[in-house]
């Protein structure tokens, strides 16, 4: 996700069911290059039967839904068209950020780096720190770079924080520390190593 995007994505006059199809149905789908309404089967993949808040919506709200991004300049009708229903869309603001992070698909090389925009990338994915450990990243490149897979800089970026979403996970269920957690610890161990060395270094001198 681009800066552009989280901004907007605040407005207050959003609902959160037009955010959540936004960013769980559309989005995704422009991410694949597929930007063709189809109002059943969105219906279909909004549909929860949560027993807090169950989501049952119609055709006509998913319109109502795709009206309200309309308005709010997250979806635009490539041309004029009477329905949604068939209708091919552009997402203005997913496209809005093209000179910041490269948009054609790309293999994993040795001098990956997430952008900027890892952060809010990470937030969505349900991270809560967006810091990684040069081994995890270093990890992450090996794997991928022996694979013949191409992917643009975001779907990159959110299969790292994914990865990293899973071994934080995994470090929480076994009750030990995430490896960042483990290195800020390690260093700020050696840090006072060397605060204690330089004082006791100091006294004999006195």
């Not at 839904?65 to 009477?82: A, V, Y």
Request: with cysteine; charged share 20%.
């Amino acid at each position: 996700m681009n800066n552009i995007e989280f901004a907007k994505l605040s407005d207050k006059r959003l609902s959160h069911e037009a955010r959540s199809l936004y960013l769980f149905y559309l989005r995704p789908m422009a991410e694949r290059g597929l930007c063709l309404i189809d109002l059943p089967a969105l219906s279909l993949a909004m549909e929860t039967i949560s027993s807090v808040c169950p989501f049952i919506p119609t055709e006509n709200l998913i319109t109502d839904l795709l009206n309200e991004l309309n308005l709010l300049g997250f979806i635009e009708k490539k041309t004029q068209s009477d329905t949604w229903q068939g209708c091919s869309v552009v997402l203005p603001y997913f496209n809005a950020d093209t000179t910041l992070l490269p948009q054609k698909p790309f293999a994993m090389s040795a001098s990956w780096r997430p952008s900027s925009n890892f952060t809010q990338t990470c937030l969505m994915a349900g991270l809560h720190s967006a810091d990684f450990t040069e081994s995890e990243l270093n990890s992450f490149i090996s794997y991928w770079s022996g694979r013949h897979e191409l992917r643009n800089q975001h779907a990159w970026e959110r299969a790292f924080a994914l990865r990293l979403l899973k071994h934080r996970s995994a470090y929480t269920a076994s009750g030990k520390n995430t490896p960042t957690a483990a290195a800020t610890a390690a260093k700020a161990v050696n840090t006072s190593a060397a605060v204690a060395q330089k004082a006791s270094a100091k006294a004999e001198k006195i």
